[in-house]
């Protein structure tokens, strides 16, 4: 009997042995894997890889990002489901670079850019001019290109579908199109709103759902010296209207002429307002820890980039300012970057943020996203950042060189650059107290983003300026009134830094500390009882040391 049970569970073993062996190999999900290759030879050209990176970030966080030059080295084939070749540099490529792309077959490819007729896929194209294009259209959209932009007309695309036209001083000329797998974007530049068009574009190459846009509001700089008043007249008008919104956070304010630093401890009352709209739906994020680096005043300056020399933190504020000029080569300044630099980057953010988020757990404001004072931050600042923070708001600086260049996609993204974060953009600006079009210009651009599939019509607004103008902005909203409003926690985001964390997930808020920093809170939190309890002890001794005392002659009378 024993024997047969042996052989019968030897059986089932190999029976089932090959569905586990298969399950582990297949993927977690349906997510596409992508490839990014591109070709750049100058830095600007390869500032406009992090774009591609964000738009193809709405539709997989899976994607791999090389140079041709690189993966021609490399020379190996992947298990890839969609591959895009961004081509923006001058020299043709060689034999190698073009099969890394040909060796794709039957997958979903996109080409944007110069040379994609040397490609296999494209040997029936050919380039026969150049036009400037001021506006595009297709898919009833009106997407206008005030800065003008190159466009390239192709040759042996009439029987190709397409998606969208530039329009030039001749006509309409095709710009994004496809033939069945094969998409071509002929543009050797996808800066500034051509990069939305593409976007949309990518809907039809990833073949995703679409979705009608979104709303989401922020309300900005919130710091320690905020009026509570204002920022209290703000929230109840949301919470009357059941509107979810999102409030930026400013641990410390800091005295640009007295250098005195005041913690939202000292700001009992708008840590009362804070918590009062955290209780009524508010989403909080942590906004820096000081809002500034040098001398500027707290919600003005720069935190995470050194905007006097604009590059990143490589040093305290306190210290000589070392500069490429102050280094006798170039190898020299690299190991000072490597050595000095990039470490004390990487410190500075680290205290910063740990620093902030005890500061708001201590008050019970719990922050469930980030984002840097004027979205500036290097990139290896956004890979630090990551390792606390599953969630960014705003735009993200794409390069290094300067921090003069920031971009968001309209949809939401999880870029490889943003290193696991999921990116909330903000694409509405904010209403600028000495424009008096501002909120003629806001509503303009929100007609534009609305056009995009699962756009987010998102924006700022500081509460100081007055409830007066934050109603004049919500009535011009009304007209958007057919899409929702956006509540961050009703999605999942989560916050952990040395033991503190914060999650969120339909809707709660879920905080958890090490005993150390619960016990250092609550006590910092009842400073007041310590009082009574001193005053107590001191007592109590005083009356013990009244009794011995009292007793000490009959002690020694029985000695």
Same mark, same amino acid.
Request: no cysteine; charged share 25%; glycine share 6%.
């Given at each position: 009997?024993?024997?047969?049970?042996?052989?019968?569970?030897?059986?089932?073993?190999?029976?089932?042995?090959?569905?586990?062996?298969?399950?582990?190999?297949?993927?977690?999900? /349906?997510?596409?894997? $992508?490839?990014? +290759?591109?070709?750049? *030879?100058?830095?600007?050209?390869? @500032? &406009?890889?992090? !774009?591609? =990176?964000?738009?193809?970030?709405?539709?997989?966080?899976?994607?791999?990002?090389?140079?041709?030059?690189?993966?021609?080295?490399?020379?190996?084939?992947? /298990?890839?489901?969609? $591959?895009?070749? +961004?081509?923006?540099? *001058?020299?043709?490529?060689?034999? @190698? &670079?073009?099969? !890394?792309? =040909?060796?794709?077959?039957?997958?979903?490819?996109?080409?944007?850019?110069?040379?994609?007729?040397?490609?296999?896929?494209?040997?029936?194209?050919?380039?026969?001019?150049?036009?400037?294009?001021?506006?595009?259209?297709?898919?009833?959209?009106?997407?206008?290109?005030?800065?003008?932009?190159?466009?390239?007309?192709?040759?042996?695309?009439?029987?190709?579908?397409?998606?969208?036209?530039?329009?030039?001083?001749?006509?309409?000329?095709?710009?994004?199109?496809?033939?069945?797998?094969?998409?071509?974007?002929?543009?050797?530049?996808?800066?500034?709103?051509?990069?939305?068009?593409?976007?949309?574009?990518?809907?039809?190459?990833?073949?995703?759902?679409?979705?009608?846009?979104?709303?989401?509001?922020?309300?900005?700089?919130?710091?320690?010296?905020?009026?509570?008043?204002?920022?209290?007249?703000?929230?109840?008008?949301?919470?009357?209207?059941?509107?979810?919104?999102?409030?930026?956070?400013?641990?410390?304010?800091?005295?640009?002429?007295?250098?005195?630093?005041?913690?939202?401890?000292?700001?009992?009352?708008?840590?009362?307002?804070?918590?009062?709209?955290?209780?009524?739906?508010?989403?909080?994020?942590?906004?820096?820890?000081?809002?500034?680096?040098?001398?500027?005043?707290?919600?003005?300056?720069?935190?995470?980039?050194?905007?006097?020399?604009?590059?990143?933190?490589?040093?305290?504020?306190?210290?000589?300012?070392?500069?490429?000029?102050?280094?006798?080569?170039?190898?020299?300044?690299?190991?000072?970057?490597?050595?000095?630099?990039?470490?004390?980057?990487?410190?500075?953010?680290?205290?910063?943020?740990?620093?902030?988020?005890?500061?708001?757990?201590?008050?019970?404001?719990?922050?469930?996203?980030?984002?840097?004072?004027?979205?500036?931050?290097?990139?290896?600042?956004?890979?630090?950042?990551?390792?606390?923070?599953?969630?960014?708001?705003?735009?993200?600086?794409?390069?290094?060189?300067?921090?003069?260049?920031?971009?968001?996609?309209?949809?939401?993204?999880?870029?490889?650059?943003?290193?696991?974060?999921?990116?909330?953009?903000?694409?509405?600006?904010?209403?600028?107290?000495?424009?008096?079009?501002?909120?003629?210009?806001?509503?303009?651009?929100?007609?534009?983003?609305?056009?995009?599939?699962?756009?987010?019509?998102?924006?700022?607004?500081?509460?100081?300026?007055?409830?007066?103008?934050?109603?004049?902005?919500?009535?011009?909203?009304?007209?958007?009134?057919?899409?929702?409003?956006?509540?961050?926690?009703?999605?999942?985001?989560?916050?952990?830094?040395?033991?503190?964390?914060?999650?969120?997930?339909?809707?709660?808020?879920?905080?958890?500390?090490?005993?150390?920093?619960?016990?250092?809170?609550?006590?910092?939190?009842?400073?007041?009882?310590?009082?009574?309890?001193?005053?107590?002890?001191?007592?109590?001794?005083?009356?013990?040391?009244?009794?011995?005392?009292?007793?000490?002659?009959?002690?020694?009378?029985?000695?």
């Amino acid at each position: 009997m024993k024997n047969q049970l042996a052989v019968m569970m030897l059986i089932a073993a190999l029976v089932i042995a090959p569905w586990h062996k298969a399950s582990a190999d297949e993927p977690a999900s /349906d997510e596409p894997k $992508v490839l990014i +290759l591109y070709h750049a *030879e100058e830095v600007t050209q390869k @500032e &406009e890889v992090p !774009i591609l =990176d964000m738009l193809v970030g709405h539709f997989s966080s899976d994607i791999t990002i090389q140079s041709i030059e690189e993966a021609a080295a490399e020379y190996e084939k992947g /298990d890839y489901t969609h $591959v895009i070749y +961004l081509g923006l540099g *001058e020299r043709q490529l060689t034999t @190698e &670079e073009l099969f !890394i792309v =040909d060796q794709y077959d039957d997958i979903n490819k996109m080409f944007i850019g110069n040379y994609f007729e040397y490609f296999t896929d494209s040997h029936d194209l050919s380039l026969r001019d150049f036009r400037t294009m001021d506006s595009i259209t297709g898919d009833g959209m009106e997407i206008p290109l005030p800065e003008g932009k190159d466009m390239m007309l192709i040759n042996g695309i009439e029987q190709m579908e397409v998606l969208f036209e530039g329009h030039a001083e001749d006509g309409n000329h095709p710009l994004i199109f496809k033939n069945g797998q094969l998409y071509y974007v002929a543009a050797n530049s996808i800066t500034g709103n051509l990069s939305d068009a593409i976007g949309e574009s990518l809907f039809d190459f990833f073949d995703a759902e679409k979705s009608p846009p979104k709303k989401l509001i922020r309300l900005e700089d919130i710091h320690p010296r905020s009026d509570p008043v204002l920022v209290k007249q703000v929230g109840d008008y949301l919470a009357e209207r059941n509107i979810p919104y999102a409030v930026t956070v400013i641990p410390v304010y800091t005295n640009p002429e007295t250098g005195q630093n005041i913690h939202l401890a000292q700001s009992i009352e708008l840590v009362d307002v804070l918590q009062e709209m955290q209780n009524n739906g508010a989403s909080l994020i942590q906004h820096g820890y000081y809002h500034q680096y040098r001398a500027d005043e707290t919600g003005e300056g720069f935190e995470y980039w050194d905007v006097d020399h604009d590059r990143p933190i490589f040093q305290s504020n306190e210290d000589e300012v070392r500069l490429r000029e102050d280094f006798a080569s170039e190898e020299e300044y690299e190991e000072f970057v490597q050595n000095v630099g990039l470490p004390y980057e990487q410190t500075h953010i680290y205290k910063s943020i740990v620093d902030g988020v005890y500061e708001m757990t201590a008050e019970g404001l719990y922050p469930i996203a980030f984002e840097a004072p004027h979205y500036s931050m290097s990139q290896t600042g956004y890979e630090e950042l990551s390792n606390y923070f599953t969630t960014y708001v705003g735009q993200i600086q794409i390069s290094d060189r300067t921090y003069d260049g920031t971009f968001a996609p309209v949809y939401e993204t999880e870029s490889a650059g943003l290193h696991g974060m999921k990116l909330y953009p903000e694409r509405l600006g904010y209403i600028n107290p000495d424009n008096p079009d501002a909120v003629d210009e806001m509503m303009a651009e929100a007609d534009y983003v609305s056009q995009f599939s699962s756009s987010y019509l998102a924006f700022f607004y500081h509460p100081y300026l007055g409830i007066e103008t934050f109603e004049e902005v919500m009535d011009e909203f009304e007209k958007f009134d057919e899409y929702e409003w956006v509540d961050l926690k009703q999605m999942d985001h989560k916050t952990e830094v040395d033991g503190i964390v914060v999650e969120t997930s339909g809707g709660d808020i879920n905080v958890s500390r090490p005993m150390s920093v619960l016990v250092a809170q609550t006590t910092r939190d009842l400073w007041w009882v310590s009082i009574p309890i001193a005053i107590f002890i001191i007592i109590a001794i005083i009356t013990l040391i009244q009794k011995l005392r009292k007793r000490k002659p009959e002690n020694e009378f029985f000695q």
